[in-house]
């Protein structure tokens, strides 16, 4: 039934911190769009809608893989820092594998990152958690 993961959409209240981060991670900006109208709120169920919507695109990956960063303009969102506890229901996190973590790492901390974790070695992989902005976690693997 399924094939391969299609994109994921985080919702983000700071738009130039996300596009950012995801920039650091390898993904290029695609389509910068704006949707509202009646079609849009009636398909996501938020009345008179309107936000950004910037497609970015993981490069080299095969299967193609998108990060859609979602900004509303209307209704104004709010950013809750109680959803950075990883101890709650709904999203969690992304895992992206990478060839050498420890390299990987170094590179994102040249760049103003921090990790949430050490670097865990469990299931044949090591792992740590980063940090982004609007409180989203990306996990990264290096299977051993």
Known sequence: MLKHPDHVTVVVTDLEASLQFFQ??????KVTDLISGERMSSYLRVPDVEADHLTMVL????????????HYRNPVVQSDPS???????????????????????????????????EILEYQKRKLVYIEGPEFITIELAEWT
């Open 24 to 29: 650091l991670l390898d993904f290029e900006l």
């Open 59 to 70: 490069k080299n990956s095969n299967p193609r893989f998108e990060i859609q960063l979602l």
């Open 83 to 117: 959803v950075y506890s990883l101890a709650r229901p709904g999203y969690n996190h992304l895992c992206f594998t990478v060839d050498n973590i420890e390299e990987t790492l170094q590179f994102l901390e040249e760049h103003g990152i921090r990790t949430r974790s």
